[in-house]
C-alpha cells in the first residue's frame, strides 16, 4: 500500500514531493520522525526540508527535493525505506460447512455469495411461514364475519369458552388457532370498514405468500436479492474509495539506487559484520598512529576483512554447512568505531548455528571453485556456479559427519595449493586439483590422516612469498617458508609441522606477510597485536619465539591476520626469545626419513 504523493515543480526549479494520503494505519508524526532521522544518519539523501502543512481540509506533507537530486529516485527511496509503502496482511480465513479454511480471493467471495443465499432464503423461509399463519387466521375470521348472527348464536348459547370452541370446529371445520381468534374478535371488528380491511389484508397476505414461494423456488430471483441487496448497502454506506489498484509507473529498481563504491567488510570472531566506505581509512604518513577499526567487546576480534564492491556478492558459511548470501550493500552501513549488526539479524541462522567464514564473489563464474574444509578433516570443492541460488533460508553446503563441523572456507581458481594444518602438529601441502569437483550436497573427502585425538586447526591457500605462521597454544610462535612444506598427495599423514611433545598443541595455522599484524586472543579474553615482521623465521618444526605470555590457566585459541596500525607505544625490539628458536629443526637426514612415511597412500 502506497501514500499519494505527486511530483510539483516550482517555478525556480525547484522539486517537491507532496504527500496527500497515507497507507492504513500509519501515523504522520511517525513517519515525518523515521524521514527525519534517516536524513539525519545519511541513509536517505537528496532531501533538503520536510514541512507538514496539514490543516482541516486535510493532509499536506511538503519534501523538498535538492537541486542536483532526481525527484523520482527520491521518491522511490522514501518508498522503500519508509512507510509511505507498506504491505497490509489480510487473514483469508473462513468457516466453511464447518470447518475453516484458508480461501483465494476468488473463493471467499463465492463463499459470500452462497452465505447472503442462505440468508435471504432462511429470512423468505421465515416471512413465508409469518404470512401463511396470518392468512391461516384471516380466513377463520372471514368465515366468521360471513356467518356472524350464527356464530353470535353458538357463543352466546355456550357454557364457556372451550365449549364455544368445539361447536364453532364442530360447526365450520375451523382448528383451535382460528376458533382462539374468532373468540377474542371484538365485536367493533364487524363494521364494514373493518370487514373490508380484513378482505383486503388477505388479499395481500396471499399475494405476498405467492411471491414468497417463488422467491424459494427461483434460484435467479435469489441471486438478484443477493444483488440488490449489496448494491443497497453501498448506497447507505458509500464514500470515497480510499485504496486504488494502478500499474505503479517511474518504478526504479531498489538496486539502481544503490551507488557503486568500493567498501571495507569486517566479520568478528562472535559474528558482527559491518559495512564502511574505503574512504573512511585515510591515507596517513610511514610511522602514522591509524585510527581505530571499529569498537568490539574484548574478547572479540575480526576474523576476516576485505574491499569489495558494494554490489557484489558476499557469501556467509556456518559451522551447520550451511550457505547464505546477500549482496554487499544489504549489511548496514557502520561508522569506524562502531561494532555492527550481529549476523543473526541478517541472516535466517538457527540459535545454535555460527558463521565461520565469510567470501566476497563478484560473480558466480565457472572457474572458480569453492573449497572447504571440516574440523574432522574433510574436504570438499565445489564449483562455485553451484551456489549461485537465490534461496533467502540459505542451502545446504556440505553433508556433514555427525559431530563434525565446516570451519574453513576459501575461493580458489581451479589451479591453487592448499595448505591443511592439524592440532597435534601435522601439516600437509597439496594440489586442489587433487580434490576432484563435486556437487553442492557431497560429504567431501579425506584431506589427510588424522591421529587419534586429532582435528584440523587451520586451512590456507599459499601464494607466492607468502609465509607460513605457526602459533602453539603455549604461546609460542614461528614464520617458516612455503618451501618448507613439499607437495605431497591428498591424504596422507603429511609432515611434522611442530613438536607438540615438547612445546604444546598448534593453536593456528595463517599465511601472512611481513607487512601484516597478528591478533592473537587467548582463552581467558586477552589480545595482544603484534607485528609479523617482529617474528622469527625459522625451519620447521621449531619452536619458535614467545608471540604472547599466558597465564597458568590460559591458551591461544585463534589467531587472525589484518592490515597493520600503528600503535603510539608500539615496541621497537623482537618479543623476548625463550631458549633457542631453531630448536627441534629437522636435519636432513631427518627430512628424508621423514618423507618415507608421509607419503603413503590412504584409503578413502
Known sequence: MRARAEIEEEKNGRYHIIVTELPYQVNKARLIENIATLIKEKRLDGISNIEDHSDREGMRIVITVKRDASPQIVLNKLYSFTQMQTTFGVIML???????????????????????????????????????????????????VDNIDEVINIIRSSKDRSNARQRLTERFGLDDIQTQAIVQMQLGALTGLDRQKLEDELTALLAKIADLKDILSNGDRLLAIVKDEALEVKKKFND??????????????????????????????????KRQKTDTYRTQRRGGRGVSGMTRREEDVATEMFVINSHDYV????????????????????????????????????????????????????????VMVTRNGIIKRTPLAAYNTTRKGGVIGIDLDEGDELCWVRLTNGSDELMVATKKGMAIRFRETDVRAMGRTARGVKALTLREGD???????????????????????????????????????????????????????????????????????????????????CARPSKGVRVMRLTESSRVVTLARTAHEEDEDEADELPEDDGDATDGALTPEEMEQEAAVSDAPVEE
Open 240 to 273: 470515497e474509495r480510499r485504496t486504488e489498484i494502478a500499474a505503479i509507473s517511474g518504478e526504479v529498481d531498489i538496486e539502481d539506487l544503490i551507488p557503486e563504491e568500493e567498501c571495507v567488510l569486517t566479520l568478528t570472531n562472535f559474528g558482527y559484520v
Open 94 to 144: 473462513a468457516i466453511v460447512n464447518g470447518e475453516p479454511k484458508t480461501l483465494t480471493l476468488k473463493q471467499i467471495l463465492d463463499e459470500y455469495i452462497t452465505f447472503q443465499v442462505s440468508v435471504v432464503t432462511r429470512r423468505t423461509q421465515f416471512e413465508l411461514k409469518k404470512a401463511e399463519d396470518r392468512a391461516h387466521i384471516l380466513e377463520g375470521l372471514k368465515i366468521a
Open 315 to 370: 557469501m556467509f558459511f556456518s559451522d551447520l554447512g550451511r550457505v547464505y548470501r546477500l549482496k554487499c550493500y544489504e549489511v548496514p552501513e557502520g561508522s569506524r568505531t562502531s561494532k555492527g549488526m550481529n549476523i543473526a539479524n541478517l541472516l535466517p541462522i538457527s540459535p545454535d548455528e555460527r558463521v565461520t567464514s565469510m567470501i566476497r564473489v563478484p560473480q558466480f563464474d565457472a572457474d572458480s571453485y569453492l
Open 455 to 537: 582435528c584440523v586447526v587451520g586451512m590456507s591457500i599459499l601464494r607466492e612469498g607468502g609465509l607460513v605462521l605457526t602459533v602453539s597454544e603455549t604461546g609460542y610462535g614461528r614464520l617458516s617458508s612455503i618451501d618448507d612444506y613439499r607437495i605431497q598427495s591428498r591424504g596422507g599423514k603429511g609432515l611434522t609441522n611442530y613438536h607438540v611433545e615438547k612445546y604444546g598443541d598448534v593453536a593456528a595455522i595463517k599465511v601472512v606477510d611481513l607487512d601484516d599484524d597478528i591478533i592473537l586472543i587467548a582463552s581467558d579474553g586477552v589480545i595482544i597485536r603484534i607485528r609479523a615482521n617482529s617474528i622469527r623465521e
